[in-house]
């Protein structure tokens, strides 16, 4: 059981965003260079309650990660 919906879709994301060396630190998104932090990625901005709706996640601990 998971504490998520969408969990391998946000996983698949997640790993592509490693695979091509996405994930940074310090800016949402970058629409120029596609990188971005956490949220970032899985939303390709800066709204953290986008992955509440998309995943589950509560938004409290988006910010966390």
């Known amino acids: 059981?998971?504490?998520t919906h969408n969990h391998a879709q946000l996983t698949a994301t997640v790993a592509e965003h490693i695979a091509v060396d996405a994930v940074i630190q310090g800016d949402y998104w970058d629409p120029?260079?596609?990188?971005g932090c956490f949220i970032g990625c899985l939303t390709h901005g800066n709204n953290?309650?986008?992955i509440e709706t998309a995943y589950g996640i509560p938004v409290m601990l988006t910010r966390l990660a």
């Open 1 to 3: 059981m998971t504490l």
């Open 32 to 35: 120029n260079t596609r990188k």
């Open 48 to 50: 953290p309650t986008a």
